[in-house]
């Protein structure tokens, strides 16, 4: 079955601190791969995705994930954090079979104090 | 483009009333997803549409949920009777085609609160 896991579940860090959310998903085929932001009041917001090439794939607002593929892992960066950034993250999974579900994991709140 | 429009952004029932969500999703959107996002959780896939049939559903508790995709367009979800533990936003999403590298849109979700 396919799952996602996400370790952090609340981080706190102080600003211009580095980022890193991790990210594990269980699935037997080859995946597309996303994170998810939802800020205070908003609605979901794709932050970035991979589908296919440079496992390294940039997004919006400076953030960076890295999908390794031998670990099943998707881990999420940013190398200096800002108080806007204050969210919660969300990964997410759609296996490329006939069903196609997108499968979230259970979020990471992140508070960043200035 | 516009989004994906969710209607009404907030509810609050009497337990074993019945309520109904509606979505409609980004014009073209073949994909249709309801999700279920209680508290501190990650959203939770309810049903899948594909155009006006149903991709999945095994999640969906159907002793009082229901979903339908009239002409493959607008949805809506339904729940009857409501239980307290149904209290959770409602998520609507859309995208383009099943089984090709897409992304998922999403509206701004219907707060259920049951009491």
């Known amino acids: 079955a396919q799952s996602v896991s996400q370790h952090n579940h609340h981080v706190i860090l102080s600003e211009a601190a580095s980022l890193e959310l991790g990210c594990n998903y269980s699935?037997?085929?080859?995946?597309?791969l996303f994170w998810y932001v939802q800020y205070p009041g908003q609605h979901l917001q794709l932050l970035l995705k991979?589908?296919?090439?440079?496992?390294l794939v940039k997004g919006i607002k400076g953030f960076e994930a890295e999908f390794i593929k031998s670990k099943f892992s998707f881990n999420l960066r940013k190398p200096s954090v800002q108080w806007s950034d204050t969210a919660e993250y969300f990964c997410?999974?759609?296996?490329?079979?006939?069903?196609?579900?997108?499968?979230f994991g259970t979020g990471t709140l992140l508070a960043v104090q200035p | 483009e516009a989004g994906v429009a969710q209607s009404p952004r907030y509810k609050i029932i009497e337990k074993r009333q019945s309520v109904a969500f509606w979505c409609n999703p980004i014009?073209?959107?073949?994909?249709l997803y309801w999700y279920q996002q209680i508290l501190g959780q990650g959203p939770k896939l309810l049903i899948q549409?594909?155009?006006?049939?149903?991709?999945?559903d095994s999640q969906l508790p159907k002793d009082r949920f229901s979903a339908e995709r009239l002409k493959g367009v607008d949805s809506t979800l339904k729940i009857q009777p409501a239980k307290l533990e149904d209290s959770a936003v409602y998520l609507c999403?859309?995208?383009?085609?099943?089984?090709?590298?897409?992304?998922?849109?999403f509206g701004q979700g219907t707060r259920l609160t049951v009491v």
């Open positions: 549409f594909q155009n006006n049939g149903v991709v999945d």
């Open positions: 991979y589908f296919s090439g440079d496992p």
């Open positions: 014009s073209g959107h073949a994909t």
């Open positions: 999403a859309s995208s383009s085609r099943l089984g090709v590298n897409t992304e998922a849109f």
């Open positions: 997410a999974v759609n296996g490329r079979g006939a069903t196609n579900k997108l499968i």
């Open positions: 699935y037997g085929g080859t995946v597309n």
